[in-house]
Every structure is written in structure tokens, then in C-alpha cells.
């Protein structure tokens, strides 16, 4: 195989920018195959836009059954994530998964069993690990230089929308059509991230404003407390009604604090430990000695593009993926912990319990389709259909 002939499911705002990308030359180990969307009129824009090779579809389904590619890319509303991910598994189809992996991770597991069950590469787009900033803070704490993590705050406030955002898609910010709000949409960057740096939480307590600056039904704002299993303790504030809000994740570990924030990130280096200043210092006011380090990294920050070569390269070359398909759960699991915290009102352990989340999942998705104008259509599983 000299390129993987590459099906993209779904062509709305995700999918054509990862279509132009490689149509720009700048995955080149990928070629697009064939292509799948509902709706004739992104089939139309891909039939003036794409080579007269490439296949059109109506239906995911249809295009994982064609023999047309090697593998698929999907980026299509959340719940259908899992099942053409489960499909593509069965017809021995290589998977890059848009995020999130899901809307409930009981769901996932069955699409991560599928993937463990066959024999192809499935990884996730989870492209924020490819940002110079949080791999040089991954390199830093797994390399020591920060020591035992004490303390994380992220505020993540610049995700705003306004009310036409969500009012573009009939599935967007129902519990019916997408499963949440800024939680499941624009956040499943970040909660990777956490887990990525600092590993999921054993405790959550989460505070969900549902509908508070749009008219909306799920969260649009959030705080959630997180307690981690070596004593570490987080917040973790995200909105999309802030503006110009606020990207600022601030570590404290043993031996310092590291600030990431407008793309600069900075270490204030103890020359001594916490434990060691602490327990054999003189002066009950006095602070560790440190030196302030604008910390440098490589600059680079290759997005969706680097995900995606990443992908072609594990299966052209055995080269390593961003992200593994397999760790999508990770992120979504602490994402429900929110969720389920905020609707019971206290907080939860994890791992979560899947049939409580699903229970009340499906209490919300139940009123929300009762309000629509059942223009989305949903069987027994979750899928999603028009």
C-alpha cells in the first residue's frame, strides 16, 4: 500500500476542513476515496469540489460496505460515533474518530471491545496533544521537573457561542441530538488533557448551569472540583457565555508552579521541594527561594493535520499515533462524572456507575425529544438518524 484510500463520514464544518487539508497536499500518505453526508447539499459541494473518482454516499453505513477505502474518518454528531465506528471494525476498516469518542462511555467500551477484537489501527482526533505548550508540560511532569502534582486550576472560558451557533443544527445542544453541551462540544480537548497529564480523578464534584447564557437545554457553564488519588486537588471552570474569556491552566507540583497561558508558558522553579522547605525552614512566613523560567519549546503545533499523518503513518509504517483510539473513554468518563455529579447534586467516584449515568441520560433525552419536532429520529441504542 503506498497511500490509505481514505472514506470521510460526514462533510459538515469538521470534515470538510480535514477534506481541504488533505486535498491540500499536506497528508500525504492519504487519498480521499470515497465520502458520505444526509445531506445533497454538502454532496454536491463534494461533487464540485473533490476528483471524479472519489464516491459519493448518502449513508455512512453504505460507504463502510463499498470496498471503496482502507480507512474511514468520522466526524459526524456524537452518538453516532461508536456504531460506524463498530461497522468499520467489522468490515476491517482502519478509524480516526472525531471527538468525543461518545456520549456515554457504557457505549464506548462496546466500540473499544470492537476495536480490541479486530485487526486495525484506531485512533482518535484528539489534535490539542500536538500543541508545543501541553507536550512540553506532559515532558515536564512525567520527566520529574515539576515533582508530585499538589494543585491544578484551568479556567477555559474562551470557548464562546453565540445563540445562532446553536441554532445552525437541530441536533445541536439537545440531550436527544448531542448529548450535552460545552462538556461534550468544545471541552473533550481539555478533559483528554487532564487525564493525559495528570490521570483521571478518583473524585468529582460537578456544577452545571444548564441554559444559563443561551436558550439552550444542556450546560453552557460549568465548575467542577476534582480530587486525585495522590492528595491532588482541582478546578476545572469552562463557559461558552464568557467573553474574552480565559485559557489559563496553572500546575502546582513539589517543586513549583507552572502557568500556561496566551501561548507563553512559565515555571516558577523552587530551589528546594515543598516537603523539604517545609518541614526545615526557620521562618514561619518564609518562602522557598525560586527562579523564574520562561520556558522554552519546538514551536510546533501541527493540529488535525499531525493527528492525521500520525494515523496514515501507523498504518503505512508502524509509526506511533497522537492518541489511541482506545484512550477516547478516558477524557468521556470524566466528562460524565460531571455531568452525573451535577444532576444528583453530589459528588462521584470513579469509575463512574455506567447504568446510573446511562439512567439519567435517557431521562433527559426522553424530554428532549418530546420537544422536538421529531425531525431526529432515534432507535433503542442511541443511534442517530434523519
Known amino acids: 500500500m503506498k497511500k490509505v484510500k481514505l472514506g470521510v463520514i460526514g462533510v459538515g464544518n469538521m470534515g470538510t476542513a480535514h477534506i481541504k487539508n488533505i486535498l491540500d497536499g499536506k497528508v500525504p500518505d492519504l487519498e480521499i476515496s470515497a465520502v458520505a453526508d444526509r445531506k445533497e447539499a454538502r454532496r454536491e459541494w463534494c461533487r464540485k469540489q473533490l476528483p471524479e473518482s472519489v464516491r459519493i454516499f448518502s449513508e455512512g453505513t453504505a ?132 487525564q493525559w497529564l495528570f490521570g483521571l480523578p478518583i473524585r468529582v464534584q460537578g456544577f452545571l448551569h444548564e441554559g444559563k447564557w443561551h436558550d439552550i437545554e444542556v450546560e453552557d457553564d460549568v465548575t467542577a472540583y476534582l480530587e486525585f488519588e495522590n492528595g491532588a486537588t482541582g478546578v476545572f471552570v469552562t463557559s461558552t457565555g464568557d467573553a474574552p474569556g480565559t485559557n489559563r491552566l496553572e ?63 501507523k498504518i503505512l509504517r508502524g509509526t506511533p499515533l497522537v492518541a489511541d483510539g482506545a484512550e477516547g473513554i478516558r477524557g468521556l468518563e470524566l466528562s460524565n462524572a460531571i455531568h452525573l455529579s451535577g444532576w444528583l447534586n453530589r459528588p462521584v467516584t470513579l469509575p ?35
Open 63 to 194: 460507504l463502510i460496505e463499498s470496498g471503496a477505502c482502507d480507512a474511514v474518518l468520522i466526524a459526524v454528531p456524537h452518538y453516532q460515533h461508536p456504531e460506524l465506528s463498530i461497522a468499520s471494525f467489522n468490515a476491517n476498516l482502519h478509524v480516526l474518530c472525531e471527538k468525543p469518542a461518545g456520549v456515554y462511555t457504557k457505549q464506548v467500551r462496546e466500540m473499544n471491545d470492537a476495536a480490541l477484537e479486530s485487526d486495525v489501527i484506531f485512533a482518535m482526533m484528539f489534535n490539542q496533544r500536538t500543541n508545543c505548550v501541553y507536550r512540553k508540560i506532559h515532558e515536564m511532569i512525567h520527566g520529574g521537573e515539576i515533582g508530585a502534582i499538589r494543585r491544578v486550576n484551568w479556567i477555559i472560558t474562551d470557548w464562546y457561542r453565540t445563540q445562532i451557533y446553536y441554532d445552525s443544527g437541530s441536533w445541536r445542544a439537545t440531550w436527544a441530538g448531542e448529548g450535552g453541551g460545552v462538556l461534550l462540544n468544545q471541552c473533550p480537548h481539555n478533559l483528554d488533557l487532564i
Open 251 to 313: 500546575i502546582t507540583g513539589e517543586k513549583g508552579k507552572l502557568v500556561s497561558e496566551n501561548g507563553k508558558l512559565t515555571f516558577w522553579k523552587l530551589k528546594e521541594s515543598l516537603p523539604v522547605h517545609l518541614t526545615t525552614c526557620q521562618g514561619g512566613f518564609d518562602k522557598p527561594e525560586m527562579e523564574v523560567i520562561d520556558v522554552e519549546t519546538d514551536g510546533k503545533n501541527e493540529e488535525h493535520v499531525g493527528v492525521m499523518n500520525a494515523f496514515a503513518g
Open 352 to 386: 463512574i456507575d455506567e447504568n446510573l449515568f446511562l439512567a439519567e441520560l435517557n431521562k433527559r433525552r426522553a424530554a428532549s425529544r418530546a420537544k422536538e419536532d421529531q425531525s431526529i429520529v432515534f432507535d433503542t441504542d442511541g443511534s442517530y438518524g434523519k
